[in-house]
Protein backbone atom coordinates (compact mmCIF):
# COMPACT_ATOMS: atom_id res chain seq x y z
CA UNK A 1 0.00 0.00 0.00
CA UNK A 2 1.19 3.38 -1.27
CA UNK A 3 2.18 5.62 1.70
CA UNK A 4 -0.36 8.99 1.68
CA UNK A 5 1.98 12.16 0.60
CA UNK A 6 1.80 14.61 3.84
CA UNK A 7 2.26 18.21 3.21
CA UNK A 8 4.24 20.57 5.05
CA UNK A 9 4.60 24.09 5.07
CA UNK A 10 8.55 25.28 5.64
CA UNK A 11 7.33 26.29 9.21
CA UNK A 12 5.25 23.43 9.61
CA UNK A 13 8.32 21.13 8.93
CA UNK A 14 10.47 22.66 11.37
CA UNK A 15 8.28 22.54 14.12
CA UNK A 16 7.85 18.95 13.61
CA UNK A 17 11.86 18.36 13.82
CA UNK A 18 12.32 20.48 16.85
CA UNK A 19 9.35 18.30 18.35
CA UNK A 20 11.22 15.06 17.44
CA UNK A 21 14.57 16.39 18.72
CA UNK A 22 12.86 17.45 21.79
CA UNK A 23 11.34 13.95 22.38
CA UNK A 24 14.82 12.21 21.54
CA UNK A 25 16.95 14.10 23.32
CA UNK A 26 14.94 15.31 26.65
CA UNK A 27 11.67 13.46 27.01
CA UNK A 28 13.63 10.13 26.29
CA UNK A 29 15.93 11.01 29.24
CA UNK A 30 13.38 12.64 31.69
CA UNK A 31 11.11 9.92 31.15
CA UNK A 32 13.89 7.31 31.96
CA UNK A 33 14.99 8.50 35.06
CA UNK A 34 11.31 8.80 36.26
CA UNK A 35 11.14 5.07 35.58
CA UNK A 36 14.23 4.72 37.25
CA UNK A 37 12.93 6.88 40.55
CA UNK A 38 9.58 4.35 40.72
CA UNK A 39 12.01 1.07 40.46
CA UNK A 40 13.34 1.83 43.70
CA UNK A 41 10.42 2.52 45.18
CA UNK A 42 10.36 -1.60 45.31
CA UNK A 43 7.62 -3.59 44.20
CA UNK A 44 6.62 -2.74 40.96
CA UNK A 45 3.24 -4.57 40.73
CA UNK A 46 1.96 -1.97 43.09
CA UNK A 47 3.73 0.96 42.20
CA UNK A 48 1.48 3.70 40.91
CA UNK A 49 4.34 5.91 39.64
CA UNK A 50 6.20 3.03 37.79
CA UNK A 51 2.91 2.40 36.02
CA UNK A 52 2.68 6.13 34.58
CA UNK A 53 6.30 6.46 34.11
CA UNK A 54 5.77 3.44 31.37
CA UNK A 55 2.58 4.57 30.11
CA UNK A 56 4.66 7.65 29.20
CA UNK A 57 6.97 6.09 27.66
CA UNK A 58 4.83 4.26 25.13
CA UNK A 59 3.42 7.79 24.46
CA UNK A 60 6.83 9.44 24.13
CA UNK A 61 8.42 6.17 22.11
CA UNK A 62 5.07 6.26 19.93
CA UNK A 63 5.17 9.84 18.97
CA UNK A 64 8.99 9.54 18.20
CA UNK A 65 7.74 6.91 15.74
CA UNK A 66 5.07 8.86 14.29
CA UNK A 67 7.16 12.24 13.32
CA UNK A 68 9.89 9.78 12.00
CA UNK A 69 7.15 8.12 9.72
CA UNK A 70 5.70 12.06 8.65
CA UNK A 71 9.38 13.40 8.51
CA UNK A 72 9.93 10.56 5.73
CA UNK A 73 7.20 10.75 4.11
CA UNK A 74 6.63 14.73 3.85
CA UNK A 75 6.80 16.80 0.72
CA UNK A 76 7.34 20.42 1.67
CA UNK A 77 6.02 23.21 -0.08
CA UNK A 78 8.37 25.83 -1.86
CA UNK A 79 7.49 29.30 -1.05
CA UNK A 80 8.04 30.26 -4.38
CA UNK A 81 4.90 27.57 -5.41
CA UNK A 82 2.59 29.32 -3.36
CA UNK A 83 1.14 31.65 -5.12
CA UNK A 84 -1.10 35.21 -4.95
CA UNK A 85 -3.44 34.72 -7.70
CA UNK A 86 -5.38 31.14 -6.34
CA UNK A 87 -5.33 29.40 -2.68
CA UNK A 88 -2.90 26.86 -3.01
CA UNK A 89 -1.59 25.15 0.51
CA UNK A 90 0.80 27.75 1.97
CA UNK A 91 -1.78 30.50 1.32
CA UNK A 92 -3.13 32.34 3.79
CA UNK A 93 -6.44 33.78 2.85
CA UNK A 94 -8.60 36.68 4.21
CA UNK A 95 -12.73 35.60 3.92
CA UNK A 96 -15.61 37.66 4.58
CA UNK A 97 -18.44 35.64 5.78
CA UNK A 98 -21.52 36.57 3.51
CA UNK A 99 -24.14 36.07 6.27
CA UNK A 100 -23.14 38.28 9.07
CA UNK A 101 -19.58 40.35 7.73
CA UNK A 102 -17.56 38.42 9.89
CA UNK A 103 -13.68 38.41 8.48
CA UNK A 104 -11.91 35.56 8.91
CA UNK A 105 -8.07 34.73 8.47
CA UNK A 106 -7.08 31.04 7.56
CA UNK A 107 -3.58 29.73 6.14
CA UNK A 108 -4.21 26.53 4.45
CA UNK A 109 -2.39 23.57 5.70
CA UNK A 110 -1.53 19.79 5.54
CA UNK A 111 -3.51 17.27 8.22
CA UNK A 112 -0.49 17.35 10.42
CA UNK A 113 0.18 21.23 10.61
CA UNK A 114 -3.79 21.90 11.20
CA UNK A 115 -4.71 23.95 14.29
CA UNK A 116 -8.16 25.45 14.07
CA UNK A 117 -7.11 27.46 17.05
CA UNK A 118 -4.37 29.09 15.58
CA UNK A 119 -6.33 30.07 12.08
CA UNK A 120 -4.49 26.98 10.45
CA UNK A 121 -6.99 24.86 8.67
CA UNK A 122 -6.12 21.35 6.68
CA UNK A 123 -6.58 21.41 2.55
CA UNK A 124 -8.42 18.62 3.49
CA UNK A 125 -11.29 20.22 5.43
CA UNK A 126 -14.28 20.78 4.38
CA UNK A 127 -13.35 24.88 4.19
CA UNK A 128 -9.92 24.20 3.05
CA UNK A 129 -11.07 21.89 -0.06
CA UNK A 130 -13.76 24.87 -0.97
CA UNK A 131 -11.04 27.44 -1.04
CA UNK A 132 -8.44 25.29 -3.43
CA UNK A 133 -8.19 26.87 -6.36
CA UNK A 134 -10.50 29.95 -5.74
CA UNK A 135 -9.12 33.32 -6.60
CA UNK A 136 -10.10 36.50 -5.01
CA UNK A 137 -13.08 37.95 -5.07
CA UNK A 138 -14.71 34.20 -5.63
CA UNK A 139 -17.39 33.18 -3.52
CA UNK A 140 -17.09 29.41 -1.78
CA UNK A 141 -19.89 27.70 -0.58
CA UNK A 142 -19.53 25.18 2.04
CA UNK A 143 -21.30 22.44 3.40
CA UNK A 144 -20.61 21.68 7.15
CA UNK A 145 -22.77 19.45 9.49
CA UNK A 146 -24.12 22.91 10.84
CA UNK A 147 -25.06 23.73 7.15
CA UNK A 148 -23.70 25.42 4.64
CA UNK A 149 -21.31 28.47 5.16
CA UNK A 150 -21.00 31.35 2.45
CA UNK A 151 -17.58 33.19 2.47
CA UNK A 152 -16.14 35.70 -0.18
CA UNK A 153 -12.49 35.80 -0.56
CA UNK A 154 -10.99 39.12 -0.03
CA UNK A 155 -7.50 38.70 -0.33
CA UNK A 156 -4.64 35.80 -0.58
CA UNK A 157 -1.31 35.83 0.26
CA UNK A 158 1.94 33.76 1.32
CA UNK A 159 2.13 32.75 4.63
Excluded at 39 to 65: C, H, M, P, T, W
Excluded at 68 to 96: F, M, N, P
Amino acid sequence: MKEKEIVLTPEGLRRLEEELELLKSVRRREVAERIKQALAFGDISENAEYEDAKNEQAFVEGRIITLEKILRHARVIDQEEIGTEEVTIGSTVRLKDLADGAEYEYTIVGSEEADPAAHRISYESPVGRALLGKKKGDTVDVDVPAGKLSFQILDIARE
